[in-house]
Antibody, heavy 123, light 109 residues
Framework: EVQLVESGGGLVQPGRSLRLSCAASGFTFDDYAMHWVRQAPGKGLEWVSGISWNSGSIGYADSVKGRFTISRDNAKNSLYLQMNSLRAEDTALYYC????????????????WGQGTLVTVSS | QSVLTQPPSVSGAPGQRVTISCTGSSSNIGAGYDVHWYQQLPGTAPKLLIYGNSNRPSGVPDRFSGSKSGTSASLAITGLQAEDEADYYCQSYDSSLKVFGGGTKLTVL
């Protein structure tokens, strides 16, 4: 069974940093691109960042570009999101999601999703 | 403002048919990029419902169907059931980014 388990969320002050992790199991991790998608309280889904199977292709939403860094460790079957200079508007449930392909192409979809880890940015 | 536009809410009685639209533009759906749909039940993570415009993953009932034409896509649900009450999101690709619709809340009356 494919499983994605996020961790690392919590309460953090504006301007500080936080690192999220996603532990993957049940599939060959380095065969697939991976993504972070977030959902602010009571709001819709927002794609945050994606990384190809070999980290050769990385993309970010404009809202986080320059502040967030996605990475992966295929030896540890893990995905990460380093979040710096956090703002109140970054408050959200952050989901890890598996891409349908290795390269995060134009036609790819997300399946499955983890249960999410909550990040709250507040003083 | 989402790149893909969905109605905020739709409703229907049990057994009825409802459709949810997802309207894009020439830079996303109209450019030929595929549309995918997700269902998010209350308090749970999103789940893939339709991929590649009209394909159902195994385990998704055939009451759910997807279509795409021009710059829009649609999700149809027939034989509405109480358990279908959820938020539904469309997703596609635009300018090197994955993009979502704003979501549609389906209420089963």
């Amino acid at each position: 069974e494919v499983q994605l388990v996020e961790s690392g969320g919590g309460l953090v002050q504006p301007g500080r940093s936080l690192r999220l992790s996603c532990a993957a199991s049940g599939f060959t991790f380095d065969d697939y691109a991976m993504h972070w998608v977030r959902q602010a309280p009571g709001k819709g889904l927002e794609w945050v960042s994606g990384i190809s199977w070999n980290s050769g292709s990385i993309g970010y939403a404009d809202s986080v570009k320059g502040r967030f860094t996605i990475s992966r460790d295929n030896a540890k079957n893990s995905l990460y999101l380093q979040m710096n200079s956090l703002r109140a508007e970054d408050t959200a449930l952050y989901y890890c999601a598996k891409d349908s392909s290795y390269g995060s192409g134009t036609g790819d979809w997300f399946d499955p999703w983890g249960q999410g880890t909550l990040v709250t940015v507040s003083s | 403002q989402s790149v893909l536009t969905q109605p905020p809410s739709v409703s229907g009685a049990p057994g009825q048919r409802v459709t949810i639209s997802c309207t894009g533009s020439s830079s996303n759906i109209g450019a030929g990029y595929d549309v995918h749909w997700y269902q998010q039940l209350p308090g749970t993570a999103p789940k893939l419902l339709i991929y590649g415009n009209s394909n159902r993953p195994s385990g998704v009932p055939d009451r759910f169907s997807g279509s795409k034409s021009g710059t829009s896509a649609s999700l149809a649900i027939t034989g509405l059931q109480a358990e279908d009450e959820a938020d539904y999101y469309c997703q596609s690709y635009d300018s090197s980014l994955k993009v979502f619709g704003g979501g549609t809340k389906l209420t089963v009356l």
